[in-house]
Each structure stands twice: as structure tokens, then as C-alpha cells.
């Protein structure tokens, strides 16, 4: 019996793995400034945000078409199968393509296609969240929100993501805003690099429901308590953390602490394909470092269930899901003295 888990954190942008990069340059005639795949995966020594969005971006050029995002993202949900991921919200940045000329309606309805199959091929449930990128100009965020709420394809939600410090929340009120009137639901990276102040714009002037990393909040007892309070979940990932040099090792990593502290906080992979490692790695890793156990193991995969937007129902379902795994699991070893 696997742990059922949900996943919230991920960029569907960020699952494209060196060997579907590749694949898609050959079909789409891109040239790559990388002679092979070795050399593609020697990049991936990021020094902070900043150099990884240069590649990321940059690897995007073989995205052209709406099957080849079709064809990402089922290979992310099929990956998601074999990791137990029962329910996945995934990020999308549309202006990483409208910015190099591909159709917003192409790359959108690409992913789309695959997540309206996701149920029937995966057993995957599945919701889109449209995020926007903070270091564009936030009139180019409103007219994609706006093309997107006229048009045919049906999303759930909006985020912030890309470069942070320097580009506030508060520049996106109005967007938040527009999102919030047409009942879309509400995220942003926050507290990633950024300082807690910025958790706190993204929570008082643009209304998000749940943060993404979150983890310079523990540098704000203030802000501590009203995360608990609210019980406003944060999205964390440890791999991208440690491969962003947010913290130095994994043995850093806040997460038992946050746990500890009260916090909604659940495991999830950001950029899996660059990070090294999906949802599962990320929690085997985790619970490796830290002997997690049973007990947090089931904590992590509850938080996730209740951060996500799924119906009270579906949580409950899930829920009751994880505890038959944490009763399915051996009790610890109890020492046997001799007589
Ligand atoms: N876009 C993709 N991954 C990201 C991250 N970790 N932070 C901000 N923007 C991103
Ligand atoms: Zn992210």
C-alpha cells in the first residue's frame, strides 16, 4: 500500500526532463546551445533563483506546439503514478511562451488536453493554476488573465512565481483582484528569497489562500502565529531549497521545525526535473534525514490533503485513505530483553 499523497507545488514547466527536451528539439528543429545531455545536465549547479530561471526559460524554446505540452505533462502525470500523487494542482506560466511567440491558447490548451485525461489514464485528479510571472509588468498579467476568463479554457486558479525579491506582491493586487471576483482561487510564491514581509502583502492585499515555500516566515513570530492561527497552508520544498541555496544542506531544512511549530506544511517538488527528484524522492529524502516515521510521514501526506482545493468530501476521502496506510504500517520494534 503506497501513501496516497497530493501535490501542490509543482511547475509543470519544471518536469521537463533532458531526455523530452531533447526529443522535442529533434522534432521541432530548435538548436540547443547544449551538445548532449550531459552536457544540458552540467548546468544544473544553480547558485540561487535567478540562474535557475535562466535555464528554465531558456529550455522552454522546445515547447512549440499544443502536443508537445500535451506530451509534458502526461509524462509528469504519469511519473506522478508512480510516486502515489493521487491529486495534483500544477503551475503554468503562460507568458514563459506567449513571450516567445507561442500562442497563449497553444501552450494552455496543450496542458489542458492532458488533465482533462488525467482521471481516466492516471487515476489522477488534477487542477490548473495559471501562474504569473512577478519581474513582467503586471498589465501584461491582467490582459493574459483577462484572455484567459474570455476564452474556452478552464483553469482554477492563479499564483506569482519567477524572480522575487525586488517585485512585491502588492504589484499584483489588481490581478489578484480580478481573479478573486471570477472565483478563481488564490496562491503566490512567498518567502522563498523574499523577506516576510512579503508573505504578509501576499496574505492581507492579494488574499491568497495558501503560500508557496514560505520558509522566511520563520524569521517572524508574528507572522508564525498568524500562519497557525489561519491555519494558511505553505507549499515546501526541500530539494529546490537546498538546490537553490536557500539553505545550505538538507540536514537545514526547517521542515521538522515547522511541523513542530503548528504550520500547515506539506512536501512537494517545484521543478523536479532540475532538482533532483519527484514528490516521493523529496519525502524519502526527508524522512531519511530526519527519521520522519509513520506518524509525520501521515501528517505531511493530511496537510497536503487539507492545503488542497479539493471538495470537503474529497478530502475526507483521501484522508481516511491515509490513515488505513498509517494503520497498515508495522508498530516500531520494542526491545526483547532475555531473561
Ligand atoms: N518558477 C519555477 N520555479 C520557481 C521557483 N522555485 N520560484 C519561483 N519561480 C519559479
Ligand atoms: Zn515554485
Request: glycine residues 6%; charged residues 25%; hydrophobic residues 45%.
Amino acid at each position: 500500500m503506497k501513501l496516497p499523497l497530493v501535490e501542490l507545488h509543482l511547475h509543470i514547466e519544471g518536469t521537463l526532463e533532458p531526455e523530452l527536451l531533447f526529443e522535442l528539439a529533434a522534432r521541432n528543429a530548435v538548436t540547443l546551445p547544449w551538445a548532449s545531455l550531459a552536457e544540458l545536465r552540467a548546468q544544473y549547479d544553480f547558485a540561487d533563483l535567478q540562474s535557475f530561471l535562466n535555464l528554465y526559460y531558456r529550455a522552454l524554446d522546445v515547447l512549440r506546439e499544443r502536443i508537445d505540452f500535451t506530451d509534458l505533462t502526461r509524462a509528469y502525470l504519469a511519473r506522478a503514478r508512480t510516486a502515489g500523487v493521487r491529486h495534483a494542482e500544477l503551475f503554468f506560466d503562460p507568458q514563459a511562451h506567449t513571450s516567445r511567440g507561442v500562442p497563449l491558447v497553444t501552450a494552455l490548451a496543450g496542458v489542458r488536453d492532458a488533465l482533462d485525461r488525467s482521471v481516466d489514464e492516471w487515476s489522477i485528479s488534477t487542477k490548473l493554476i495559471v501562474t504569473f510571472l512577478r519581474d513582467r509588468p503586471p498589465a501584461e498579467a491582467l490582459q493574459i488573465l483577462r484572455e484567459i476568463l474570455a476564452g474556452g479554457v478552464p483553469i482554477d486558479g492563479i499564483g506569482l512565481d519567477s524572480a522575487e525579491v525586488g517585485y512585491p506582491p502588492e504589484l499584483f493586487t489588481e490581478v489578484f483582484a480580478l481573479a478573486r471576483e471570477n472565483g478563481l482561487r488564490l496562491v503566490a510564491h512567498a518567502g522563498e528569497e523574499g523577506p516576510p514581509d512579503y508573505v504578509w502583502q501576499a496574505l492581507d492585499l492579494l488574499g491568497v489562500e495558501r503560500v508557496d515555500h514560505g520558509i522566511r516566515s520563520l524569521e517572524d513570530e508574528v507572522l508564525l502565529d498568524r500562519l497557525v492561527r489561519d491555519r494558511i497552508p505553505l507549499t515546501v520544498c526541500p530539494f529546490s531549497n537546498v538546490r537553490l541555496r536557500v539553505i545550505d544542506t538538507l540536514a537545514d531544512h526547517p521542515i521538522v521545525r515547522m511541523l513542530d511549530r503548528g504550520l500547515l506544511a506539506c512536501i512537494n517538488s517545484d521543478d523536479p526535473a532540475y532538482f533532483g527528484g519527484y514528490i516521493d524522492d523529496n519525502l524519502a529524502a526527508v524522512d531519511a534525514e530526519f527519521g520522519l516515521g509513520p506518524d509525520r510521514l501521515a501528517l505531511l501526506a493530511r496537510n497536503g490533503i487539507e492545503a488542497s482545493f479539493l471538495t470537503n468530501g474529497e478530502k475526507a476521502a483521501l484522508t481516511a485513505e491515509v490513515d488505513a496506510w498509517r494503520a497498515a504500517q508495522p508498530a516500531p520494534a520494542t526491545a526483547i530483553r532475555s531473561s
